[in-house]
């Protein structure tokens, strides 16, 4: 299999943001979290800044999905506060933040399966680009961008598992976020779409966008990340590199496990 080789990205068309350098994040503060009375998040807390991948991950019931829900807007917190860059987003439903710059891609395939490549594409871009030229000109970015020009008219439902996520990010783009939330995005593909997924993802740093990553395969998900959270009952147990991660204590005890490598 030969790699798609992306493209450099345009400049994307600006959001209106004043917003000072060092405010540049989308962050979660002090998370507070419970269902049914049971307690499921307790103060925690992450931040992303653009231009890194960052992971949130931990074991089965720590409150990483409910972390990542709540910061896309599918869950509501019950205490603490959302912000994106800057701005509090916290009780802002998920299309409004979506407006704002905070985009999701769910671990379902969210591709419109009657539509062909470009029209997916530019069914999302329509929405955000008003100017009907100015959508045109997105949409035929994006299909360079992505290597899918020569995809063009192919049916969603003929694509291969590595196309479909390239069309769903490309997708993604087209509403020109600031930040993506990529969940489950290694879940049951084969060996040569985790490589896609790790190209892909390094590609959307270069084009300066902060990623949020959950999974559950922490071994791939180490591997295109830049820092990951730790999550354990509810808390943030650890923050740090994947080799700081994979080389705590405490991390390979409660997670990963002793004989984990890298």
């Given at each position: 299999?030969?790699?798609?080789?992306?493209?450099?990205?345009?400049?994307?068309?600006?959001?209106?943001?004043?917003?000072?350098?060092?405010?540049?994040?989308?962050?979660?503060?002090?998370?507070?979290?419970?269902?049914?009375?049971?307690?499921?998040?307790?103060?925690?807390?992450?931040?992303?800044?653009?231009?890194?991948?960052?992971?949130?991950?931990?074991?089965?019931?720590?409150?990483?999905?409910?972390?990542?829900?709540?910061?896309?807007?599918?869950?509501?917190?019950?205490?603490?506060?959302?912000?994106?860059?800057?701005?509090?987003?916290?009780?802002?439903?998920?299309?409004?933040?979506?407006?704002?710059?905070?985009?999701?891609?769910?671990?379902?395939?969210?591709?419109?399966?009657?539509?062909?490549?470009?029209?997916?594409?530019?069914?999302?871009?329509?929405?955000?680009?008003?100017?009907?030229?100015?959508?045109?000109?997105?949409?035929?970015?994006?299909?360079?961008?992505?290597?899918?020009?020569?995809?063009?008219?192919?049916?969603?439902?003929?694509?291969?598992?590595?196309?479909?996520?390239?069309?769903?990010?490309?997708?993604?783009?087209?509403?020109?976020?600031?930040?993506?939330?990529?969940?489950?995005?290694?879940?049951?593909i084969d060996p040569i779409t985790v490589a896609e997924i790790r190209h892909l993802v390094a590609h959307l740093k270069d084009r300066g966008l902060g990623v949020l990553v959950t999974d559950h395969n922490v071994r791939d998900a180490l591997e295109i990340i830049?820092?990951?959270?730790?999550?354990?009952?509810?808390?943030?147990?650890?923050?740090?590199?994947?080799?700081?991660?994979?080389?705590?204590?405490?991390?390979?005890?409660?997670?990963?496990?002793?004989g984990f490598r890298l």
């Amino acid at each position: 299999m030969s790699t798609v080789t992306l493209e450099q990205p345009r400049a994307a068309p600006s959001r209106s943001d004043p917003t000072p350098g060092h405010h540049r994040r989308l962050a979660a503060e002090r998370i507070g979290k419970s269902f049914r009375g049971r307690r499921v998040l307790r103060d925690v807390s992450i931040e992303v800044i653009p231009g890194e991948a960052v992971g949130l991950l931990g074991p089965n019931g720590a409150g990483k999905t409910t972390t990542f829900y709540i910061v896309t807007g599918l869950v509501a917190a019950d205490s603490g506060r959302v912000l994106l860059d800057g701005r509090d987003v916290t009780r802002l439903p998920m299309h409004r933040r979506a407006r704002l710059g905070i985009g999701y891609l769910p671990q379902e395939a969210s591709i419109f399966r009657g539509l062909d490549v470009e029209n997916n594409i530019r069914a999302i871009a329509e929405l955000h680009t008003p100017d009907r030229r100015s959508c045109e000109e997105r949409v035929e970015m994006l299909l360079a961008e992505f290597g899918l020009l020569h995809l063009r008219r192919s049916p969603a439902l003929a694509l291969s598992g590595g196309e479909r996520r390239r069309v769903e990010i490309a997708r993604a783009l087209a509403s020109n976020p600031r930040y993506l939330l990529l969940d489950e995005p290694l879940a049951g593909i084969d060996p040569i779409t985790v490589a896609e997924i790790r190209h892909l993802v390094a590609h959307l740093k270069d084009r300066g966008l902060g990623v949020l990553v959950t999974d559950h395969n922490v071994r791939d998900a180490l591997e295109i990340i830049d820092r990951a959270y730790i999550l354990h009952d509810g808390t943030v147990l650890r923050e740090g590199t994947p080799a700081e991660i994979v080389a705590d204590p405490m991390v390979r005890r409660v997670y990963l496990g002793d004989g984990f490598r890298l």
